[in-house]
């Protein structure tokens, strides 16, 4: 039996497939293939053929629509997809079927006839929004331990999540924002933003927020008043994001106008591009989280201690899957997993802040 990967074909771990394959310089591919399955649902596969499929973030590119209303089609039905690892994919045919409704006036569309992957068939969906890996590692408990909810990742700021949530295409979402006037987190934006609504707002983790200087602090860079240096220059965070309202909240709270800070408008998205740019040379500082700068190599200067919390809608189609979430974020098992991470603080974890 040989495999060639190269060509692209990986070995079969199950089903019976044997296959024997080779490329020549022209790249043409010649199998013979010879199917025994197992599988008695499937029946006889008599070919295989090769379908493309789209990730979330293609299919938002494509259609011109967030990331988000890409999570809450696929909620609804109306976008068949299934998970490849991590990754939701979606069928180039899919795709085009449900364009084909969309233009014809309808909203919903059958799933695939025989789909990859149908293992979350008939669970509740829950769309979970931020960008901190211990937001996967919840996820991967909520469907460990229930069984019947499916974690969709969403990597969107904090801001961008709670106005998704408002409009009804988040279930869970993470908020980091510092109210400046106040020095409190997140409760006075969820306020703002959920006004008339519902909900509760319990503790994930806390951790340490500040700033990504280059190993050495060459330009000995020690708190917010140095941004406005002219021989400092900073990468910025995406608008919406936590470090970015962080960052903003600092500038005002010490009298820094953002035209006085080199950089202020370049922007990239995500802890580990800013702590990256920075160990790069592309920067001299930035705004972020402790874990990624052990990360990539870059010297952190913690100033402020951020609480990173999770908004969950209180609706009567909703109590059932929070009070699961409730009980998970209190479990020794998610507890012992979040507490092998550098810089988290669960001394709250679990605990309801805010509720109405």
């Not at 199917?35 to 029946?43: F, P, V």
């Not at 190599?297 to 609706?315: H, S, W």
């Amino acid at each position: 039996m040989i495999f060639l990967e190269p060509c692209g074909i990986p070995p079969a771990a199950a089903g019976g497939i044997f296959a024997v394959a080779a490329c020549s310089a022209g790249r043409r591919l010649f199998r013979i293939i010879k199917i025994w399955t197992n599988y008695a649902c499937l029946g006889t596969v008599n070919n295989i053929t090769e379908e493309r499929s789209y990730t979330t973030e293609e299919i938002a590119k494509l259609l011109k629509i967030s990331k988000l209303t890409v999570y809450d089609l696929i909620k609804k039905g109306d976008l068949p997809a299934y998970r490849v690892g991590r990754q939701m994919r979606v069928d180039a045919s899919d795709l085009e079927r449900y364009k084909r409704q969309a233009k014809a006036g309808g909203t919903s569309m059958p799933p695939s006839s025989l789909p990859p992957d149908r293992s979350g068939e008939g669970q509740r969906q829950l769309v979970i929004t931020g960008q901190d890996v211990s937001l996967d590692i919840l996820a991967r408990h909520i469907e460990k331990q229930t069984g019947a909810y499916r974690a969709l990742r969403s990597q969107a700021g904090s801001l961008d999540s709670l106005i998704a949530m408002y409009q009804g295409q988040a279930d869970i979402v993470s908020t980091h924002l510092l109210d400046g006037d106040t020095g409190a987190y997140n409760v006075p934006y969820i306020r703002r933003i959920l006004s008339g609504f519902s909900y509760v707002v319990v503790n994930l983790v806390s951790r340490p927020a500040g700033l990504y200087v280059q190993p050495g602090n060459p330009r000995r860079i020690r708190g917010w008043m140095d941004l406005q240096r002219d021989d400092v220059r900073i990468v910025n965070r995406e608008k919406g994001a936590g470090a970015r309202v962080l960052l903003d909240e600092q500038l005002r709270l010490h009298g820094i106008s953002p035209s006085r800070v080199t950089g202020y408008d370049d922007e990239v998205s995500g802890h580990l591009s800013v702590a990256g740019a920075v160990v790069s040379g592309a920067a001299d500082a930035g705004v972020g989280i402790e874990k990624a700068a052990a990360a990539v190599g870059a010297q952190f200067i913690p100033l402020i201690q951020e609480r990173y919390d999770l908004v969950m809608l209180k609706t009567g189609a909703n109590r059932a899957w929070i009070e699961s979430v409730l009980a998970i974020l209190k479990s020794e098992q998610l507890r012992r997993e979040l507490a092998s991470i550098q810089g988290y603080d669960l001394s709250m974890t679990g605990q309801i802040v805010y509720e109405t």
